[in-house]
């Protein structure tokens, strides 16, 4: 056999090898930015060590899904010494389409990492001051409706500090949503309005509250500002510069590729029911967007790695944290999560049947992103066990 003819078997059965360890899933070795299935890649794959790595992780995948009952799962993790992207289960129980690495899901509440960037965008072109009262932004109309308008600043409302009150809570908010098509998507203004007859929950800047309200003030706040949607202000300030091509604002925007349905024990009788035709906020500013993990590993990648996304200063600001007391602690936009990730930065987001999870670890340089169409499964835990994976614990 000569030396052309060997070159070639060899990369036969690599392509081949690779293939039958890596079930829906794709392997990414140092250097190399493209998926492995592609012909001149294989020789690269097998001489890193991520080829163990991606039998493991499958197989774990494909066992948390059946475990853990839930309908779909895709998985990307990226260290220093290479990345795997997988999937396992599907995207639809109604037509057993097999999930793939490259569908869509809804994301939740990470979209307020991207709302936070859009915010510190504008404070860097000197639109938006972190420490002003948020009546100085908010529409004139909407402005007399919000308690404390004068005194809670837009970062109290990035750092969830405001103690404004939640629309999602209210029972006319709750019998409104159930009544809603998804042809008929929700406006801010619409949304915000379900909170004006509610007492605030704190005093500003007293004490952290997960509050969705304060994202959608922000919404309101940022489409005022640039005169546009706040889609419109994702897609340039974000998506267009970064190339995600595969993230969209779900409701306001053409969906974008195959994505899947979220699930979810809604009538809690321990069934899972399809989330596909329920409109209780989607495409809202507290948790709107519809993206892959691929697209959520760039985001990453910009703002926490290569830190290009937003100024040093803008940055920083992002990253001061408030701490509840009990280990977890929030800045602009960005969780910092406690055990079973503690150390790690990102957001996670449930909602709309899925639950999601960007986090990414500076110490190991390592970033992990888990979307489940199963919004009652512990997702940190899940992520938790792919790293253990890679850290060979």
């Known amino acids: 056999m000569n030396l052309k003819s060997l070159a070639f078997s060899k990369i036969l059965f690599a392509i081949v090898f690779v293939i039958s360890l890596s079930f829906a899933g794709y392997l990414v070795g140092n250097n190399i930015n493209q998926r492995v299935i592609g012909k001149s890649l294989a020789k690269h794959v097998i001489s890193t060590s991520t080829i163990g790595k991606s039998s493991q992780l499958q197989t774990l995948l494909n066992e948390i899904v059946v475990e853990q009952k839930i309908p779909g799962a895709v998985m990307y993790i990226t260290t220093p010494k290479g990345s795997w992207l997988g999937a396992s289960g599907v995207n639809n129980l109604s037509t057993k389409t097999r999930m793939k690495p490259t569908d869509g899901f809804a994301i939740a509440s990470m979209s307020k990492t991207f709302m936070a960037v859009v915010v510190l965008k504008l404070v ?12 100085t932004y908010l529409p004139r109309d909407i402005t007399p409706h919000i308690i404390n308008s004068d005194k809670i600043t837009v970062r109290q409302l990035l750092n969830h500090t405001s103690g404004v009150a939640e629309y999602l809570d209210t029972k006319k908010f709750i019998q409104a949503t159930a009544k809603r098509s998804r042809s008929q998507p ?45 889609a419109q202000a994702i897609r ?23 994505v899947a349905t979220g699930y979810g024990n809604r009538n809690k009788d321990g069934k899972l029911d399809s989330y596909a035709k329920v409109n209780d906020g989607n495409g809202l500013g507290d948790g709107g967007l519809v993206s892959t993990a691929e697209d959520l590993a760039k985001f990453a990648k910009a703002l926490f790695v290569k830190k290009t996304l937003l100024s040093s200063n803008m940055l920083k600001e992002m990253l001061k944290f408030k701490d ?20 790690a930065i990102g957001h996670s987001g449930t909602a709309y049947g899925f639950v999601t999870l960007l986090a990414y670890l500076p110490n190991q340089n390592t970033t992990i992103i888990v979307l489940l169409n199963n919004q009652n499964v512990d997702i940190k835990s899940v992520a938790k066990t792919g790293l253990q994976v890679v850290e060979n614990k």
Request: aromatic share 10%; charged share 25%.
């Open 236 to 258: 340039s300030q974000i998506l267009k510069p970064l190339g995600l091509k595969h993230t969209f604002t779900e409701l306001r925007e053409p969906t974008i590729g195959e």
């Open 324 to 343: 509840n007391g009990e280990g977890y602690s929030y800045g602009l936009g960005v969780e910092r999560f406690s055990s079973p990730l503690a150390k």
């Open 186 to 230: 929700w406006t801010a203004r619409e949304a915000i309005q379900y909170m004006y007859q509610e007492q605030p929950r704190a005093n500003p800047g007293e004490k952290f509250i997960y509050t969705d309200c304060n994202y959608i003030l922000l919404e309101l706040i940022v489409e005022n500002i640039t005169r546009g949607t706040l």
């Open 124 to 135: 860097e072109q000197g639109k938006i001051q972190l420490n002003r009262a948020i009546a």
